[in-house]
């Protein structure tokens, strides 16, 4: 029997616990199940055929945190059944994300309409001496300023119309946060890959004047990263921007920048607005097609097929149980929009209910090919419910 590295990690992490006496060992186990409707509306085939198509998504996520000392363990659990009709035909239901090294993903069936898929999401240990915390293991990584177009992010953002932004998909990686003083940090990531260069990155983050400064660099799926960010208040106004310079292994070059602003209007009104330069993207269509297909869109590492776009999003608590979140987002290179209106409900304590409407606006795809960036997105809606316990 082969022993993999996957089994000597989750063993060494159960007989860890398990020699630990119980009543040293705060624990919090949680469980959340999910439910999710989306129906679709395409008659112009941009998700290859046209018509109309429904997906529900079934999950449950169960998570274990546990501490002990200055040692603390992460367990997350997804398990998730997926059923399509109509035009919809299932993609792989595991991340599609280059830092994962370890096979905790499991796809127990699957066909073009239905699947069923679990993983380990989070499996870490983190060890906490004072002034710094060491992390192994299965974790989200989250750096930059911005909302939408997070070009600092490095180890895979979240896709700008992402509604879903609970839970960031873990990597496997060592990482390691060294406190340099009151709100200065130096995070340190390096991520191991099996059949390629890993990536190491590191960020750093103090004041400077009013605001605070943050520096990032390091490789990344082999492509050379250096960035810088700046976050300041300006009279109630929470003001930042990220640049980010890329050299890829084939020694070409481009930037990326995002300006943005936050700010509550009132007690129940919040806003977000922000302008993206991509300079990876194109004010071409004709190029979409085979942008598309890249590492740097599929990964994250590029947001946007156009190079000029922007992103406003007004948040307002209509009652003190439901909260509107319409947002536009607009490549301004080929002039497509999209119109998204998300809403929340509070059912209880333990219980919530989302949903939203999302509309493509922009010229349409031919055959199946995207002339816009936004054009190509079919009329969507989405309702989800999620009870914690």
């Not at 060491?134 to 895979?156: K, M």
Request: proline share 5%.
């Amino acid at each position: 029997m082969k022993i993999t590295l996957t089994q000597i990690l989750v063993l060494t992490t159960l007989c860890i616990l398990l020699l630990i006496p119980a009543e040293e060992c705060p624990a919090w186990v949680g469980l959340e199940l999910d439910g999710k409707f989306t129906g679709i509306d395409d008659p112009y085939g941009a998700t290859g055929a046209e018509g109309y198509g429904s997906m529900w998504e079934l999950s449950g996520r169960v998570m274990y945190l546990e501490s002990f000392g200055t040692l603390d363990t992460e367990f997350h659990w997804l398990g998730q059944l997926t059923r399509s009709t109509g035009i919809i035909t299932l993609s792989s239901p595991s991340a599609d994300t280059p830092f994962r090294s370890l096979n905790l993903e499991k796809v127990h069936y699957e066909d073009d309409k239905t699947s069923v898929f679990s993983e380990i999401d989070r499996l870490s240990l983190r060890w906490n001496p004072p002034g710094v915390s060491l992390t192994a293991g299965r974790q989200a990584i989250s750096w930059g300023e911005a909302f939408y177009f997070n070009v600092g992010d490095l180890f895979g953002a979240f896709p700008v119309t992402e509604t879903n932004r609970r839970y960031k998909p873990g990597i496997d990686a060592m990482s390691a946060v060294l406190n340099l003083g009151p709100f200065s940090e130096l995070s340190l990531v390096g991520v191991p890959a099996e059949e390629e260069d890993g990536s190491a990155a590191a960020h750093l983050l103090f004041p400077l004047g009013p605001g605070t400064l943050s520096f990032t660099g390091g490789r990344v799926l082999s492509d050379y990263k250096t960035g810088a960010g700046y976050t300041v208040d300006v009279g109630g106004t929470q003001v930042y921007s990220s640049l980010l310079l890329t050299r890829t292994q084939e020694d070409e070059e481009y930037s990326q920048m995002v300006v943005g602003a936050q700010r509550q209007t009132g007690p129940q009104t919040f806003l977000i607005g922000e302008i993206y330069r991509n300079g990876w993207g194109t004010t071409d269509p004709d190029q979409y097609p085979d942008l598309i297909l890249t590492d740097e869109y599929r990964y994250g590492q590029a947001l946007t097929l156009g190079r000029y776009n922007m992103a406003l999003q007004v948040s307002r608590q209509v009652s003190p149980l439901m909260t509107l979140t319409p947002a536009i987002f607009a490549n301004l290179s080929d002039g497509s929009t999209l119109l998204r209106m998300d809403g929340s409900w509070s059912l209880s304590d333990l219980t919530g209910l989302t949903g939203g409407l999302f509309i493509g606006m922009g010229e349409r795809p031919d055959a199946g090919i995207p002339r816009s960036e936004y054009g190509s997105i079919p009329i969507s809606i989405y309702v989800e419910v999620v009870h914690s316990i």
